[in-house]
């Protein structure tokens, strides 16, 4: 059973950082591509980045210099470290696997306040 668990989640103040982390199970990790996205109130869900099995990275350009994602074959989890938030970053962020995504974590809430 594939399983994707986000956490790292929280209330930061803007200029702040995060590092958020998407832990899998299931599936043989090192084979897939894996992304992040997020979905703010009243929008639609977005990809902030991918990154392929090679450790290739792709980017919303309104993220590019800010965010960075990674991965841990051996841990089996991916990471976004995202630094000088802002409050348009406000979302909830989601771990999928595949493109198009079949596969997604339940979610972590990110704030930046005003």
């Known amino acids: 059973q594939v399983r994707l668990a986000e956490s790292g989640g929280g209330l930061v103040q803007p200029g702040g950082s995060l590092r958020l982390s998407c832990a899998t199970s299931g599936f043989t990790f090192s084979l897939y591509e894996m992304g992040w996205y997020r979905q703010a109130p009243g929008e639609q869900r977005e990809l902030v980045a991918s990154?392929?099995?090679?450790?290739?990275?792709n980017y919303l350009d309104s993220v590019k210099g800010r965010f960075t994602i990674s991965r841990d074959n051996a841990r089996e989890t991916v990471y976004l470290q995202m630094n000088s938030l802002k409050p348009e970053d406000t979302a909830v962020y989601y771990c999928?696997?595949?493109?198009?995504?079949?596969?997604w974590g339940q979610g972590t809430q990110v704030t930046v306040p005003s």
């Open positions: 990154i392929t099995r090679g450790s290739n990275t």
């Open positions: 999928s696997r595949d493109f198009p995504p079949r596969y």
